[in-house]
């Protein structure tokens, strides 16, 4: 059974960094796009960031230049650096691997940015 487990969120303050990582149990991680989401209470989940198998990365518009993805295929993991973190980037993040036909979430991670 496939898992992808999120960690690294908590409270920081505004201009406050945080890194959150995503390990998973995924068979053939390396070929697998990598993207986090984030969800904010009342609102849609949102993508935030992702990472094709080639490294190619894709951003929201509303966190270029703050956040950054990256990948270690060795140890299957995927990360989100977060700096210069605001109030408006408080919500539950969640880690997502897409291959083909085969899409899976973890239980996503909290990240509160007090106002």
């Known amino acids: 059974q496939v898992q992808l487990v999120e960690s690294g969120g908590g409270l920081v303050q505004p201009g406050g960094s945080l890194r959150l990582s995503c390990a998973d149990s995924l068979m053939m991680f390396s070929l697998y796009t990598m993207s986090w989401y984030r969800q904010a209470p009342g609102k849609q989940r949102e993508l935030v960031a992702s990472i094709t198998t080639g490294g190619l990365t894709n951003y929201a518009d509303s966190v270029k230049g703050r956040f950054t993805i990256s990948r270690d295929n060795a140890k299957n993991t995927v990360y989100l650096q977060m700096n210069s973190l605001k109030p408006e980037d408080t919500a539950v993040y969640y880690c997502?691997?897409?291959?083909?036909?085969?899409?899976?979430w973890g239980r996503g991670t909290q990240v509160t940015v007090p106002s």
């Open positions: 997502n691997a897409e291959l083909l036909n085969n899409n899976y």
